[in-house]
């Protein structure tokens, strides 16, 4: 049952994946300019080089024979070059996916720590202080804008303070060679004298892109917690187990828990994708050389073969968060567990 | 020895325009080892006493009671906490409707393990793990579950409604508390398993000495081994007292009308023949009329019936009526 499920799982994915590759070959037909460049990323060329390209592209044959001859280019990881640097697109993904995905995925993992005990804090003192205190200050985290706070932020602790810096992943005095991308893992394995004060001095880097990336998913978790678990401890099965004789403790951890819990982890899987254009945002501001810059970058420069393979790997990522965590939404909920045909 | 002594209750629901009166001024008691039956139509607010005692209605509802005593407590005083302590050790109830009144997310084991008593014997904890999957095992057996392994290791969605109402009865009775409350226990139930919770719960009234309080509409299936009967009728109590003068001599109308509604199977049924029923409908909670709630529907009603009656009580048998149906006694 559940094999079947995850095999309906993968199918999905398998068929938005297609539909992606679909959108970005033929955006090099819609973009300006020649579609030959476009997808290849050499500028105007030769006569000689031009019908090199044309051969390599099959540009002479169907554009069916064109997309699956795309296809095998991507899966060969060949992503053309980038008007830019030159550089291949695909390499220039690799370096740069990881500090996207770092920023993130810790952001990720302190709206967690933090939102859903505050949702749980806050429904437990319904409409007392903390659950009023917690609530102003989402509404206020809530409505602020990602830009503005992170200059905010900045102006404080970087300009006045001088607590953080203000730019970058690390100091210019430590020199990390770029194993897995991410940067606490490669200070860790990189085993150098210095490693304690490197480690430190990345986190100071981190503190305040994570604060700010953090901001928006922490608060609408925290509301989205609060308001389930309200919702799921008005129902009748609490008030019977109460009745029964569990106390609030066993009452909440047995029962109310579970079943507010799994609402939220299908709302973390779709935090994902705005915490991917935030991230950009982030980036940007706090010069984090990420995928989300290098994207915005690309898009001021007209990069088209930038702007398709980031375009690519970024949706690509944001599909495979949203199932795995609806994956696991349903390894852990019994109810849409026998619902086999998938909705997403 | 009183077991439970309600007083004037009332239960009262806020709208934003008015209050409704869903329960008005019901009072009732129940001795040690005895069998009562709160029936009436459904509306009539038979549950909603059932979940007053109980302590589990929402904070929409707004209880007022002169006196609710059990075993010489007054429940409306306690703390909550307290109140859950108390009633959780000796009173129990089987709701009316079980798929909802169970976790969807928790397996039907770990439900009904986690209401047993905390077991005294000290062991190791392999051996505590196996007495309790034991007691579980019997308990569910005792409902009349055969295939307890299916039963034990699914989910509230995956059974059937008279199944998820058998485990609720099992884990009613997990505390053998003192008394215990059933609302509408066999509804969902077919009727051989009807016929055999009956008999458990008859059972476990006589040899358990455990007080039940009924909630139903079926007066056939109580009339012989319940002791008391309370009439309801839109919340107001209309007529009370002991099962065999209630269907010997009802005082009330409204009695009387149920008792004329039970097809009499001795005499044989026409084909197609009617039953009795009072004309019309009950009232809806926003419209109820004045007085005696059943004026409208009454076949005695006069003038005098738009002043709600007292509650006459004489040989342990009280009506609350302005006519009652003195003249059919022999």
Redesign the interface.
């Known amino acids: 049952m559940i094999l079947d499920y995850i095999l309906r799982r993968l199918g999905l994915l398998l068929f938005m994946t297609l539909m992606l590759s679909v959108f970005t070959f033929s955006i090099s037909y819609l973009f300006p300019g020649d579609p030959l460049s476009n997808l290849s990323g050499v500028p105007s060329s030769n006569f000689a080089q031009h019908s090199e390209l044309e051969d390599k592209y099959l540009y002479n044959s169907n554009y069916f024979v064109q997309y699956i001859a795309f296809l095998g280019r991507i899966f060969q990881g060949d992503w053309g070059l980038s008007f830019a640097s030159g550089d291949n697109v695909f390499s220039h993904i690799v370096d740069l996916l990881p500090a996207t995905l770092e920023l993130s995925v810790y952001a990720l993992i302190i709206s967690i720590v933090v939102g859903v005990p505050a949702g749980i804090l806050g429904s437990a003192y319904y409409k007392r202080w903390p659950d009023k205190l917690i609530n102003s200050t989402t509404m206020v985290g809530y409505s602020m804008p990602v830009f503005w706070l992170a200059l905010l932020l900045i102006m404080v602790f970087s300009l006045k303070l001088g607590w953080f810096p203000m730019s970058g992943r690390m100091g210019l005095l430590y020199e990390i060679p770029a194993n897995t991308g991410f940067i606490l893992i490669d200070i860790a394995l990189a085993g150098f004298p210095y490693k304690g004060m490197a480690f430190l001095d990345a986190l100071r880097h981190l503190t305040l892109p994570t604060i700010v990336l953090a901001m928006y998913p922490t608060t609408v978790l925290v509301r989205f917690t609060r308001e389930s678990m309200l919702k799921v401890m ?4 609490i ?9 609030r403790r ?1 009452l909440i951890i ?2 109310a828990l ?2 507010a819990l ?1 609402p939220v982890i299908k709302q973390i899987g779709l935090q994902f994708s705005t915490l991917i254009t935030l991230a950009m945002i982030t980036e940007v501001i706090f010069s984090w050389p990420g995928i989300g810059r290098w994207l915005i970058d690309s898009i001021y420069q007209r990069d088209y073969p930038a702007i398709q393979g980031g375009l690519m790997a970024v949706s690509l990522f944001v599909i495979l968060a949203t199932i795995i965590a609806e994956l696991t939404y349903t390894l852990f ?3 849409s567990r ?1 619902q086999a045909h998938g909705k997403v | 020895m009183q077991l439970l002594d309600v007083r004037n209750l009332t239960i009262e629901l806020r709208t934003s325009e008015t209050i409704i009166r869903a329960v008005d001024k019901v009072s009732f008691s129940l001795k040690e080892g005895e069998v009562h039956a709160l029936v009436g139509e459904s509306g009539s607010g038979k549950s909603l006493i059932a979940k007053a005692i109980v302590g589990v209605l929402n904070e929409r509802w707004n209880i007022t009671a002169d006196r609710m005593h059990w075993r010489g407590v007054d429940l409306m005083r306690l703390t909550p906490e307290q109140r859950r302590k108390t009633v959780s050790q000796d009173i129990a109830m089987i709701y009316q409707d079980p798929s909802r009144c169970l976790d969807p997310t928790a397996k039907m084991f770990d439900q009904i393990a986690e209401t047993l008593p905390e077991n005294p014997t000290k062991g190791f904890f392999l051996k505590r793990n196996r007495e309790r999957k034991d007691r579980v095992k019997a308990l569910i057996h005792k409902v009349g579950i055969k295939n307890h392994e299916a039963v034990l290791d699914s989910y509230p969605h995956e059974l059937s409604e008279g199944v998820c109402q058998k485990v609720m009865i099992a884990m009613a009775i997990a505390r053998t508390p003192k008394l215990l409350i059933a609302d509408e226990p066999t509804t969902a139930l077919e009727s051989t398993t009807r016929a055999q919770v009956f008999r458990l719960l008859k059972s476990l009234n006589q040899l358990k000495n455990m007080s039940i309080l009924m909630i139903s509409h079926e007066l056939e299936e109580i009339a012989h081994w319940s002791h008391g009967i309370h009439v309801l009728y839109c919340g107001q109590m209309v007529e009370a007292g002991p099962t065999h003068k209630i269907f010997s001599q009802p005082r009330h109308p409204y009695t009387q009308a149920l008792l004329k509604s039970l097809p009499d199977y001795e005499q044989g049924l026409a084909h197609k023949e009617p039953f009795y029923a009072l004309k019309g409908t009950i009232p809806t909670l926003q419209h109820l009329p004045i007085g005696c709630r059943l004026g409208p529907r009454c076949p005695q009603a006069q003038k005098a019936c738009v002043v709600t009656p007292k509650l006459t009580k004489h040989n342990g048998h009280s009506y609350a009526c302005h006519f009652p149906l003195i003249k059919d006694m022999r």
């Open positions: 008005d129902q009748s099965f008030k019977t187990a109460r009745a029964k004789g569990l106390n066993q047995h029962h579970r079943n799994l909920d019994p109810l026998n």
